[in-house]
């Protein structure tokens, strides 16, 4: 599976913005797909992730309530709606997949492809 990250750019605070991760494969619908992010000088961080069937989404608590993960697999496309962006929201965002498995969902080592990640800056 390989993954291209889009859709990251330049926000004001309160603004929205829409990610997506576009898989290759025929295989993807049988993926777990999570987004996670990287901060300069920070580890990266799990924000969203949905199983293969789209039937179940995680978040990251700094996140709930605000970003919305969500899939489509007849265009191979995993997106992330982000409202309501803060300026500690800024980070090169990835996408990655998993194949299917419940649990863990967090866990940036338990994903085996990587997209090359799509940078988010929020300004206050």
């Known amino acids: 599976v390989q993954l291209q990250a889009s859709g990251g750019g330049l926000a004001q605070a309160g603004d929205s913005l829409t990610l997506s991760c576009a898989a290759s494969?025929?295989?993807?619908?049988?993926?777990?797909v999570g987004w996670f992010r990287q901060a300069i000088g920070k580890e990266r961080q799990f924000v969203a992730a949905?199983?293969?069937?789209?039937?179940?989404?995680y978040y990251a608590d700094g996140v709930k309530g605000r970003f919305t993960i969500s899939r489509d697999n007849a265009e191979n496309t995993v997106y992330l709606q982000m409202n309501s962006l803060r300026p500690e929201d800024t980070a090169v965002y990835y996408c990655?997949?998993?194949?299917?498995?419940?649990?863990?969902?967090?866990?940036?080592?338990?994903?085996?492809?990587w997209g090359q990640g799509t940078l988010v800056t929020v300004s206050s």
């Open positions: 990655a997949a998993r194949p299917a498995r419940y649990g863990s969902w967090s866990f940036a080592s338990g994903y085996n492809y």
């Open positions: 494969g025929r295989t993807f619908s049988t993926y777990d």
């Open positions: 949905i199983s293969w069937i789209g039937d179940s989404t």
